[in-house]
Antibody, heavy 117, light 107 residues
Framework: QVQLVQSGSEVKEPGASVKVSCKASGYTFTDYYIHWVRQAPGQGLEWMGWINPRSGGTNYAQKFQGRVTMTSDTSFSTAYMDLTRLTSNDTAVYYC??????????WGQGTLVTVSS | DIQMTQSTSSLSASVGDRVAITCRASQSISSQLNWYQQKPGEAPKLLIYAASFLHSGVPSRFSGSESGTDFTLTISSIQPEDYATYYCQQAFSTPLTFGGGTKVEIK
């Protein structure tokens, strides 16, 4: 079955960077885009961008342009999301999700990133 | 950016009630509207895609409809496991955007 397994929780200081991984299994990794979506505590869902694992092409939300980098390693069927210059406003659960023709049909379990001094 | 508005942030319903959750897009999105269910501490789960198509494995008591830029998720007879927060999301153009969510609570 399709599964996306994310890396564990992180605690970072303001100004630092974080890299979250998302390992896919149960399907051909390069056949589906991966989205990254975050959710601040008690808040709604916010789309950050997507990556095409086959080509490496990306599309980032303007809000995160210059601070986010999405990559993938097809050898390990893993997508990565790197966010730099962290502030307390970046404290959130970060999700990866598989895109299946314009809808996200499978989601990772989420990775809590806490930014605190 | 396309704004998605769920005007009801929370509602209460009794088991067995018919529940309708609405979402409005700020412009035409050509049926590119998805609905997700999220329970506390869990990732969202896809319920409905392309406005009215039921995702595999989702109970048939869930349905979706549209009228112009207004979209509705209906639960025909709400069950205890359906108490959750529901989000709409447009997939017409990037940035993809979500509604603010509607929390369905037990009456």
């Amino acid at each position: 079955q399709v599964q996306l397994v994310q890396s564990g929780s992180e605690v970072k200081e303001p100004g630092a960077s974080v890299k979250v991984s998302c390992k896919a299994s149960g399907y051909t990794f390069t056949d589906y885009y991966i989205h990254w979506v975050r959710q601040a505590p008690g808040q709604g869902l916010e789309w950050m961008g997507w990556i095409n694992p086959r080509s490496g092409g990306t599309n980032y939300a303007q809000k995160f342009q210059g601070r986010v980098t999405m990559t993938s390693d097809t050898s390990f069927s893993t997508a990565y999301m790197d966010l730099t210059r962290l502030t307390s406003n970046d404290t959130a659960v970060y999700y990866c999700a598989r895109d299946s023709s314009s809808f996200c049909d499978s989601w990772g379990q989420g990775t809590l990133v806490t930014v605190s001094s | 950016d396309i704004q998605m508005t769920q005007s009801t942030s929370s509602l209460s319903a009794s088991v067995g009630d018919r529940v309708a959750i609405t979402c409005r897009a700020s412009q035409s999105i050509s049926s590119q509207l998805n609905w997700y269910q999220q329970k506390p501490g869990e990732a969202p789960k896809l319920l409905i895609y392309a406005a009215s198509f039921l995702h595999s494995g989702v109970p048939s008591r869930f349905s979706g409809s549209e009228s112009g830029t207004d979209f509705t998720l209906t639960i025909s007879s709400i069950q205890p496991e359906d108490y959750a927060t529901y989000y709409c999301q447009q997939a017409f153009s990037t940035p993809l955007t979500f509604g603010g969510g509607t929390k369905v609570e037990i009456k």
